[in-house]
């Protein structure tokens, strides 16, 4: 099986565990490669793009890994983990999200883009939505055409 039809298999987020050891992390990167290792690094960092309640402009993604970040409750001090996807654009920008929505698209671009197509990248558009009741908010992402 192709590294590209294995990846297709994954769901980035909610059904795949993402541990202390970056190795497990699921990514299109090989891992131990450069790539694979500035993504880890990257993963890391405050996301370039803002993503709003209008559309982004397009990004195009070359590349991306599930992660996990942490949050600390204020009050209580109580460490929580939640997952995270990072996006690594053409232009060295970075795109990161938690949400669930942006990882099943994921999925589904994983699922019918060939390989091929990843490596010239995939030009890609988010926004922020408020929930139908209005006491939360989640992103999209959709392909620019």
Request: glycine share 6%; net charge neutral; charged share 20%.
């Amino acid at each position: 099986m192709s590294r590209h039809r294995e990846l297709a298999s994954i769901r980035p987020q909610g059904t795949v565990a993402v541990t202390d050891d970056p190795t497990t992390w699921p990514s299109s990167y090989e891992p131990g490669s450069p790539s694979w290792q500035a993504a880890v690094v990257n993963s890391a960092l405050t996301p370039d793009v803002v993503i709003g309640p209008e559309w982004s402009p397009a990004v195009t993604m070359t590349g991306w890994m599930a992660t996990r970040r942490e949050s600390v409750e204020e009050t209580t001090g109580e460490v929580s983990h939640y997952p995270w996807l990072v996006f690594q654009c053409a232009d060295g920008s970075i795109v990161g999200t938690s949400s669930p929505i942006v990882a099943q698209q994921l999925a589904r671009l994983l699922a019918v883009y060939p390989p091929e197509q990843w490596a010239r990248g995939v030009s890609v558009q988010f926004r922020r939505r408020t929930s139908r009741s209005g006491d939360k908010s989640y992103h999209e992402m959709r392909v620019s055409i």
